[in-house]
C-alpha cells in the first residue's frame, strides 16, 4: 500500500471547505434577487450588505469552511497515515510469522522470535510451539541414544561372552583376546590385561599378560607391585577409576607412526565378591562414557568369573594328573604282577606260613594292651604290667608318682607339653604314634591313646593311656619307605607332547641315553629309535595318541647309537577337554635280558642244529646239547630269582593290597591286608569279599560298594578318601584306588588303600 501525500489531501479538503462556504454567500444573493430585493451584481451584493448587516457573517462562512477543510484533510491524512502503519506492521508481523514457521517445519528449532507487543499472542504460541517440538526431539534423541547405548552394551556383552566361552588354556593368548577386542569395541586406542599372581620372595603383584595400542599387538613384560601406582590404588579400593588427564609419562607404550599420548584413562578390576584376579586398562583420545565404563565393569566381572574357573579347573587338572600318574604306577605293578603270578604262587605259599605265625603274635599284642592313668599335672597312678614290663620296671612302686616324661624323650617333650596342656584341661584326645624311653635308655614305638576320664560334674578326674607296641612295625615302615623310594628310582620315565616333542624326564632316563637335557629339549621320541623302526613304532605311537595305551618291549638307541632293550610303557594323559596333553613313558632296561633271549633262541636254533647232527655224532653232540641246557636253565633261574626278589619287595609294602575276580570273589590278598583284617590267605582266597566289609553296606562309601559288587563295571583310576572297618569295628580312615587288568579273557580288580595308620 503506498503511503497518500500530505499536501494532496490538505489542498483538497481546503478546496473543497472554500467552495463549499462561498455556496452561502451566493445563495443569499441569489435569493434576494429572486425575491426582487436586489440585483444579482456586484452592486447588488453591495446593497445588500447595507441592507442586510448578517451579509458579512455569511462573507466569512467560505474561510471558516475553508480552515474546516483544512482540518479535516490533516485529520483524514493522520487515519489514512495511521491505518497504513497498521497495514504495514500487520504485513510485517505475517512475514516474521512466516519465516518462523518455514524454519520449523525445516527443523531449525534455534530459530529466535522477538516479541514486540505484550499482546502478541500468536507469536507467544509459535514460541511455546517451538520449545515444545525442541524438547519433544531432545526427549526422543535422548532416548534413542540410550536404546543405542543398551543395544551396544547387549552387543558387547554377547560379543564378550562368547570369547569367553573359547578361551583355551593359553593364558597370554586368552588376554590378547579380550583386551585387543575390548579396545576396539570402545574405539579407544591403547589397553593392558593384568593379572594378579604371588610370589614367596616379592609377593603379590600384577603382571602384564597382554597389551594392545594403535591397532597393533604390543610385547611388554611388565609387573607391578600390588600397593604401586593407579593399578596399586585401583586394588586397594576394588573400585574402577576413571581420570581425564593422564599423567606425564603414565603410558609408555607408541605407535609405529610416532608417540601420542591419550587424555582418558580406565582402569577397573577383575574381582569376584572381594577377591581381586586382575586388572583391565583403557587409555583414549576421547572421553569414554558412564555406559561404557559399566560396560567394561560387566566385562570384568564375567573375566574374573572365567579366570576363577580356570583356577579352579588348572587345580582340578593337576590334582587329576598326579591321580592318572599314580594310577599308571599301579597298573604297572599290577602288569608286573599279573605276568609274574604263577611265579607267586609258591611265594604266597611259603608266606602264608610265616604270616601265620605273625598273625598269631599280633593277636596276642593286640588283646593285651599297654595300659596307664595320670594326674591332671602328669603324675603317675597306676600302670599294668604290660607298660613296667615294656618299659623295664618290675613294680607300681617303682614308677608310681613319677611324671610323665620320665617316660619321654627329651627331644620328644617340647611338643608333647602342648598335647598334655590340652589334655588337662578337658581338650582334644590325642591318637598317634609315641616314642617312649624305657628305662634301659631304648626306644619304644607305640600307637598311643591319651583321652580325658571325667567326673559327675565335667572336669577332668585323669588321663587314661592306652598303647600297642608298635616298635617293630614302625621299623619295618621306615625300612619299607626306604625299599620303595629305591623301586622309583629303579623306574625310567620321560614326557611327551602329542607330537611326540620331548618334554621331561628322570635322572636315570638320562643316565641310561647318554643325553643332556639340553640336548633333549631339540628332540622327540622317535629320534630314539632306529630309521628302520620309526615306521612301526609310528603306528604305534598313533593308537598312543588315539588313548590306546601300549605295553610291550621296545629297542632305544642311546646318544652314542647304542642299542639297548627296554620294558616300556606309552599312555596318554588328558586335559580337563578329553584331548591328549602328552604322552608318560616309564620302562625298565632289560638289554641283558633281551641279549640273554637273542641269544636263547640262537642257542634253540643252534640246538636244533645239534639235534641234527646228534643222529650223526651220537653221544659227543648230546653231551654238548645236555651242557647247553643246563647253562640256560642256569641264566633262566637267575632272571626268576631276580622277579621273585622283585615281587617280595611288593609283597612287603605296608599298603593293603586286595585282588577279585569278576564274581567278587578274592583272588590275591598281601600280608599287610591279612594283618589289618586278621585273616590268613587260605581262609579268604576264592571267598567272597564281603567278608572284609561286615556290617551295613550303605555305611561304606560308593567307590566300596561299587567294588564289592559282582558283575558290575568298576570306577578305575580314581583315588578317594574312605573308610574301612578292622576286625574289632573300628572305622579306619584311608586313600582308596581300583585298578583293572585282563588276562586272556580273565578280569580282575586290584584295590590299594595306603596311608593306613600302623
Not at 457573517?57 to 490533516?74: E, K, N, R, T, W
Not at 564274581?663 to 571267598?687: C, D, L, T
Not at 555305611?699 to 558283575?711: A, H, M, R, W
Request: glycine share 6%; aromatic share 12%; charged share 25%.
Amino acid at each position: 500500500m503506498d503511503t497518500p501525500r500530505k499536501d494532496d489531501i490538505i489542498i483538497r479538503f481546503t478546496v473543497y471547505g472554500l467552495l463549499i462556504g462561498l455556496f452561502f454567500p451566493a445563495g443569499a444573493l441569489l435569493l434576494a434577487t429572486l425575491l426582487g430585493e436586489v440585483n444579482f451584481s456586484l452592486q447588488g451584493l453591495a446593497f445588500l450588505h447595507r441592507v442586510f448587516p448578517a451579509q458579512y457573517f455569511i462573507d466569512i462562512v467560505p474561510f471558516c469552511s475553508a480552515l474546516a477543510g483544512y482540518y479535516l484533510g490533516m485529520s483524514i491524512y493522520e487515519g489514512r497515515q495511521s491505518l497504513f502503519q497498521v497495514h504495514n506492521l500487520n504485513t510485517g508481523n505475517s512475514l516474521k510469522i512466516s519465516a518462523f514457521v518455514n524454519k520449523l517445519i525445516h527443523n531449525e528449532l534455534d530459530a529466535e522470535y522477538n516479541l514486540e507487543d505484550r499482546q502478541d499472542i500468536l507469536g507467544e504460541s509459535l514460541i511455546k510451539l517451538r520449545d515444545n517440538v525442541r524438547k519433544n526431539q531432545e526427549e526422543q534423541a535422548r532416548r534413542k541414544r540410550e536404546d543405542d547405548q543398551k543395544n551396544w552394551v547387549s552387543a558387547g556383552l554377547a560379543k564378550f561372552a562368547e570369547l569367553l566361552r573359547m578361551h583355551g588354556d593359553d593364558m597370554e593368548e586368552f588376554a590378547f583376546n579380550i583386551i585387543s577386542n575390548l579396545v576396539k569395541y570402545l574405539s579407544a586406542n591403547q589397553g593392558g590385561f593384568y593379572l594378579a599372581e604371588e610370589e614367596e620372595v616379592t609377593g603379590r603383584y600384577f603382571s602384564m599378560k597382554a597389551c594392545y595400542a594403535y591397532d597393533r599387538k604390543k610385547f611388554t613384560d611388565k609387573k607391578i607391585r600390588w600397593d604401586e601406582g593407579l593399578i596399586g590404588t585401583c586394588a586397594m579400593e576394588r573400585q574402577s577409576i576413571y581420570i581425564s588427564e593422564i599423567p606425564d609419562g603414565y603410558l609408555t607404550i607408541t605407535s609405529g607412526l610416532g608417540y601420542a599420548g591419550p587424555r582418558y584413562l580406565l582402569i577397573v578390576p577383575l574381582i569376584i565378591q572381594t577377591e581381586i584376579f586382575g586388572m583391565i586398562e583403557i587409555a583414549s583420545f576421547h572421553a569414554i562414557e558412564t555406559y561404557q565404563i559399566r560396560f567394561v565393569e560387566s566385562v570384568a566381572e564375567s573375566i574374573a568369573m572365567t579366570l576363577s574357573g580356570l583356577k579352579s579347573s588348572i587345580r582340578t587338572a593337576e590334582l587329576l594328573k598326579a591321580s592318572r600318574k599314580q594310577a599308571e604306577a599301579l597298573a604297572f605293578q599290577e602288569d608286573k604282577m599279573r605276568r609274574n603270578m604263577e611265579e607267586l604262587k609258591m611265594i604266597q605259599e611259603e608266606a602264608a606260613l610265616q604270616a601265620e605265625k605273625f598273625i598269631s603274635f599280633t593277636n596276642s599284642v593286640n588283646h593285651t594292651l599297654i595300659r596307664a592313668e595320670y594326674a591332671t599335672d602328669g603324675t603317675l597312678l597306676y600302670a599294668n604290667t604290660k607298660f613296667l614290663r615294656m618299659l623295664g620296671y618290675f613294680s607300681n612302686s617303682e614308677v608310681e608318682g613319677q611324671h610323665i616324661f620320665m617316660f619321654i624323650d627329651k627331644k620328644d617333650q617340647e611338643w608333647f607339653k602342648e598335647i598334655w596342656e590340652r589334655l588337662s584341661t578337658g581338650g582334644k584326645h590325642y591318637e598317634g604314634y609315641m616314642k617312649h624311653v624305657t628305662r634301659q635308655g631304648q626306644d619304644l614305638w607305640t600307637m598311643a591313646t591319651y583321652t580325658c576320664v571325667r567326673k559327675e560334674d565335667g572336669s577332668v578326674q585323669k588321663i587314661l593311656f592306652l598303647a600297642i607296641d608298635t616298635t617293630e612295625q614302625k621299623k619295618q615302615s621306615l625300612d619299607y619307605e626306604g625299599q620303595i623310594d629305591a623301586i622309583n628310582r629303579l623306574n625310567i620315565s620321560a614326557q611327551f607332547a602329542p607330537d611326540g616333542k620331548f618334554i621331561s624326564c628322570n635322572e636315570l632316563f638320562l643316565e641310561t641315553m647318554k643325553y643332556t637335557r639340553k640336548e633333549l629339549e631339540r628332540m622327540s621320541v622317535f629320534d630314539f629309535f632306529d630309521k628302520k623302526d620309526i615306521e612301526n613304532f609310528s603306528e604305534v605311537w598313533e593308537n598312543v595318541v588315539k588313548g590306546i595305551p601300549y605295553r610291550g618291549q621296545l629297542k632305544n638307541l642311546t646318544r652314542y647309537e647304542d642299542e639297548k632293550w627296554f620294558r616300556a610303557t606309552y599312555s596318554a594323559v588328558n586335559d580337563m577337554y578329553g584331548e591328549v596333553a602328552k604322552v608318560i613313558y616309564l620302562a625298565n632296561e632289560i638289554t641283558s635280558e633281551r641279549l640273554m633271549e637273542i641269544e636263547s633262541r640262537r642257542q634253540t636254533d643252534k640246538l636244533k642244529i645239534q639235534e641234527e647232527k646228534l643222529k650223526l655224532t651220537g653221544f659227543e653232540q648230546k653231551k654238548k646239547l645236555e651242557q647247553t641246557k643246563l647253562e640256560l636253565a642256569a641264566e633262566y633261574a637267575a632272571i626268576e630269582k631276580e622277579r621273585s626278589r622283585f615281587m617280595q619287595v611288593l609283597d612287603g609294602l605296608p599298603d593293603l593290597v586286595l585282588t577279585i575276580d569278576q564274581s567278587a570273589n578274592i583272588i590275591y590278598i598281601n600280608p599287610a591286608a591279612e594283618r589289618f583284617w586278621q585273616m590268613q590267605k587260605n581262609q579268604v582266597i576264592g571267598k567272597s569279599v564281603h567278608r572284609l566289609f561286615p556290617g551295613d553296606a550303605s555305611k561304606y562309601d560308593v567307590l566300596i560298594i561299587n567294588y564289592l559288587s559282582p558283575g558290575v563295571t568298576k570306577i578305575t583310576g580314581e583315588k578317594r578318601r574312605v573308610r574301612i572297618m578292622n576286625n574289632k569295628g573300628k572305622w579306619i580312615g584311608t586313600d582308596m584306588i581300583v585298578t583293572i587288568s585282563e588276562v586272556k579273557d580273565e578280569v580282575s580288580y586290584t584295590a590299594v588303600f595306603s596311608k593306613l595308620p600302623v
